[in-house]
């Protein structure tokens, strides 16, 4: 048995021990009622996982002792930067949960003409740092040793300007013709719109900045379905899906 998997930021060392966070500490103590001598595996967020058994389990906290350090696995050899429309309630968490376990290497939440969700300031800062526990749980559960970094939200102009991806998509009905190159990318980044749909001068936009028209069929996906399909299908014809 190996034992629950958990996120910490810390640094790995053989024999050294490690302090849980409160979350885990309370989940593995209180709810999963291990003790002393029960193992563990941890990762860090930047690559590397651990092996490691509990040496104290008390209400108040839960320290691990590192047996061993590797490197992770689980990362895509196509790292894609998806450009997602913010949308209201767990539809996001959906989206970023689903695009975590389907090897997204990093997230921005877009501010877009039809998006009906404007965060400022205070209430910015705690969705950001929500998206970001939810990418980290979504790590614990599918295997990933690094947390994809959720950016702070931009208008989509911001992104679309600071985009270096060897393939950029944008999502709309168009063609999937981008998807038949014979060579795979190394990098792509993807444009989801929000339930409303992109604004056409949006997807100009997004033309004029070398995105291609990416069409998913003839049926209308809900923002937090579509970027499940597309990543699929990205992860299938040049990731690590095939």
């Keep these: 048995m190996s034992g629950p998997r958990i996120h910490v930021a810390a640094d790995f060392t053989v024999g050294g021990d490690v302090v849980l966070p409160e979350g885990p500490a309370r989940h593995v103590a209180r709810v999963l009622r291990l003790g002393e001598g029960a193992p563990v595996r941890l990762f860090d967020g930047a690559g590397h996982e651990a092996r490691a058994v509990i040496v104290e389990a008390s209400r108040k906290r839960v320290v691990v002792c590192i047996e061993s350090v590797e ?11 998806l450009g997602q429309a913010i949308s209201k309630g767990d539809r996001m968490d959906y989206a970023i949960q689903k695009a975590v376990e389907l090897g997204v290497a990093a997230i921005t939440p877009l501010y877009t003409e039809h998006g009906d969700v404007r965060l400022k300031g205070e209430r910015e800062a ?34 679309l300007g600071e985009r270096g991806e060897m393939l950029r998509l944008v999502l709309h009905p168009g063609t ?57 299908l990205l992860q299938y014809r040049f990731g690590d899906l095939g």
């Excluded at 490197?71 to 930067?81: C, D, F, I, N, Y």
């Excluded at 599918?142 to 970094?149: K, M, Q």
């Excluded at 997807?203 to 998913?216: K, P, R, T, W």
Aim: include cysteine.
């Design 176 to 232: 999937a013709g981008a998807l038949e190159q014979d060579v795979a990318p190394a990098s792509a980044a993807l444009l989801i719109g929000p339930e409303g749909g992109l604004a056409d001068s949006e997807v100009e936009a997004a033309m004029a900045c070398d995105f291609s028209l990416l069409s998913l069929g003839p049926r209308i996906l809900r923002t937090e379905t579509a970027p499940v399909v597309a990543l699929s």
């Design 126 to 159: 705690k969705k950001l740092a929500h998206w970001q526990a939810v990418a980290a749980s979504a790590c614990e559960q599918c295997g990933r040793a690094v947390v994809p970094v959720v950016h702070t939200p931009s208008t989509l102009h911001e992104w």
């Design 71 to 81: 490197a992770g696995r689980g990362e895509s050899p196509l790292a894609v930067h």
